[in-house]
Nanobody, 130 residues
Framework: RVQLVESGGGSVQTGGSLTLSCAASGLSDSLYYCMGWFRQAPGKERLGVALTETDGGATYYRGSVKARFTISYDHAKNNLYLQMNNLEPEDTAMYYC??????????????????????WGQGTQVTVSS
Protein backbone atom coordinates (compact mmCIF):
# COMPACT_ATOMS: atom_id res chain seq x y z
CA ARG A 1 0.00 0.00 0.00
CA VAL A 2 1.03 3.59 -0.57
CA GLN A 3 2.61 5.43 2.34
CA LEU A 4 3.89 8.99 2.60
CA VAL A 5 6.29 10.42 5.16
CA GLU A 6 7.00 14.14 5.31
CA SER A 7 10.09 15.82 6.71
CA GLY A 8 11.91 19.13 6.59
CA GLY A 9 9.61 21.37 8.58
CA GLY A 10 10.92 23.77 11.18
CA SER A 11 10.98 27.32 12.48
CA VAL A 12 12.36 30.20 10.43
CA GLN A 13 12.13 33.97 10.39
CA THR A 14 10.33 36.00 7.76
CA GLY A 15 12.20 35.84 4.50
CA GLY A 16 13.79 32.49 5.28
CA SER A 17 13.67 29.27 3.28
CA LEU A 18 12.78 25.64 3.91
CA THR A 19 12.59 22.54 1.75
CA LEU A 20 9.97 19.95 2.61
CA SER A 21 10.40 16.34 1.52
CA CYS A 22 7.85 13.57 1.15
CA ALA A 23 9.12 10.01 0.84
CA ALA A 24 6.62 7.86 -1.03
CA SER A 25 6.53 4.07 -0.95
CA GLY A 26 4.21 1.59 -2.60
CA LEU A 27 3.67 3.56 -5.82
CA SER A 28 3.16 1.50 -8.96
CA ASP A 29 5.69 1.88 -11.77
CA SER A 30 2.92 1.37 -14.33
CA LEU A 31 0.77 4.26 -13.13
CA TYR A 32 1.20 7.99 -12.91
CA TYR A 33 -0.02 10.07 -10.03
CA CYS A 34 -0.96 13.54 -8.96
CA MET A 35 1.05 14.46 -5.89
CA GLY A 36 0.59 17.57 -3.87
CA TRP A 37 1.26 19.67 -0.82
CA PHE A 38 -1.54 21.00 1.37
CA ARG A 39 -1.42 23.06 4.53
CA GLN A 40 -3.65 23.70 7.50
CA ALA A 41 -3.26 26.53 9.97
CA PRO A 42 -4.84 26.26 13.45
CA GLY A 43 -8.57 26.85 13.28
CA LYS A 44 -8.61 27.02 9.49
CA GLU A 45 -9.49 24.66 6.68
CA ARG A 46 -6.89 22.65 4.83
CA LEU A 47 -5.84 24.33 1.58
CA GLY A 48 -3.99 23.15 -1.47
CA VAL A 49 -0.54 24.65 -1.97
CA ALA A 50 1.00 22.95 -5.01
CA LEU A 51 0.42 19.95 -7.28
CA THR A 52 2.52 18.02 -9.76
CA GLU A 53 2.05 14.99 -11.98
CA THR A 54 4.66 12.26 -11.59
CA ASP A 55 4.99 11.69 -15.32
CA GLY A 56 6.57 15.09 -15.72
CA GLY A 57 3.32 16.86 -16.42
CA ALA A 58 2.07 20.22 -15.34
CA THR A 59 2.47 21.88 -11.96
CA TYR A 60 -0.10 24.01 -10.21
CA TYR A 61 0.18 26.50 -7.36
CA ARG A 62 -2.04 28.48 -5.06
CA GLY A 63 -1.76 32.08 -6.10
CA SER A 64 -0.27 33.32 -2.83
CA VAL A 65 2.75 30.99 -3.13
CA LYS A 66 3.29 30.79 -6.87
CA ALA A 67 6.22 33.20 -6.98
CA ARG A 68 7.90 31.77 -3.87
CA PHE A 69 7.36 27.98 -3.79
CA THR A 70 8.53 25.25 -6.19
CA ILE A 71 7.18 21.71 -6.25
CA SER A 72 9.21 18.88 -7.77
CA TYR A 73 9.26 15.10 -7.96
CA ASP A 74 12.30 12.84 -8.10
CA HIS A 75 11.38 9.61 -9.90
CA ALA A 76 14.55 7.79 -8.89
CA LYS A 77 13.93 8.37 -5.19
CA ASN A 78 10.10 8.53 -5.26
CA ASN A 79 10.41 11.76 -3.31
CA LEU A 80 8.24 14.85 -3.57
CA TYR A 81 9.72 18.21 -2.60
CA LEU A 82 8.49 21.69 -1.84
CA GLN A 83 11.11 24.42 -1.96
CA MET A 84 9.78 27.42 -0.03
CA ASN A 85 11.51 30.78 -0.31
CA ASN A 86 10.78 34.20 1.14
CA LEU A 87 8.55 32.69 3.80
CA GLU A 88 5.92 34.83 5.50
CA PRO A 89 4.14 34.43 8.87
CA GLU A 90 0.99 33.59 6.87
CA ASP A 91 2.76 30.44 5.65
CA THR A 92 2.75 29.03 9.20
CA ALA A 93 0.83 25.75 9.14
CA MET A 94 1.03 21.99 9.23
CA TYR A 95 2.05 20.86 5.76
CA TYR A 96 0.77 17.57 4.35
CA CYS A 97 1.85 15.52 1.36
CA UNK A 98 -0.87 13.68 -0.57
CA UNK A 99 -1.21 11.45 -3.63
CA UNK A 100 -3.98 10.19 -5.92
CA UNK A 101 -3.73 8.07 -9.09
CA UNK A 102 -4.07 9.88 -12.39
CA UNK A 103 -3.79 13.45 -13.52
CA UNK A 104 -4.12 16.59 -11.45
CA UNK A 105 -7.23 17.53 -13.46
CA UNK A 106 -5.89 20.95 -14.39
CA UNK A 107 -5.13 21.79 -10.78
CA UNK A 108 -8.44 20.90 -9.18
CA UNK A 109 -7.66 20.51 -5.46
CA UNK A 110 -10.89 18.60 -4.90
CA UNK A 111 -9.63 15.44 -6.59
CA UNK A 112 -7.93 14.55 -3.31
CA UNK A 113 -11.37 14.20 -1.73
CA UNK A 114 -13.25 12.88 -4.76
CA UNK A 115 -10.88 10.05 -5.69
CA UNK A 116 -11.20 7.17 -3.25
CA UNK A 117 -7.54 6.14 -3.53
CA UNK A 118 -6.22 9.28 -1.87
CA UNK A 119 -3.38 8.85 0.63
CA TRP A 120 -2.06 11.46 3.07
CA GLY A 121 1.04 11.79 5.17
CA GLN A 122 1.11 12.73 8.84
CA GLY A 123 2.33 16.27 8.24
CA THR A 124 5.31 18.43 9.11
CA GLN A 125 5.05 21.74 10.96
CA VAL A 126 6.30 24.99 9.45
CA THR A 127 6.46 28.07 11.67
CA VAL A 128 7.48 31.48 10.36
CA SER A 129 8.09 34.25 12.87
CA SER A 130 8.12 37.96 12.15
Amino acid sequence: RVQLVESGGGSVQTGGSLTLSCAASGLSDSLYYCMGWFRQAPGKERLGVALTETDGGATYYRGSVKARFTISYDHAKNNLYLQMNNLEPEDTAMYYCAVVPGSCSNGYWGIFQLRAENVWGQGTQVTVSS
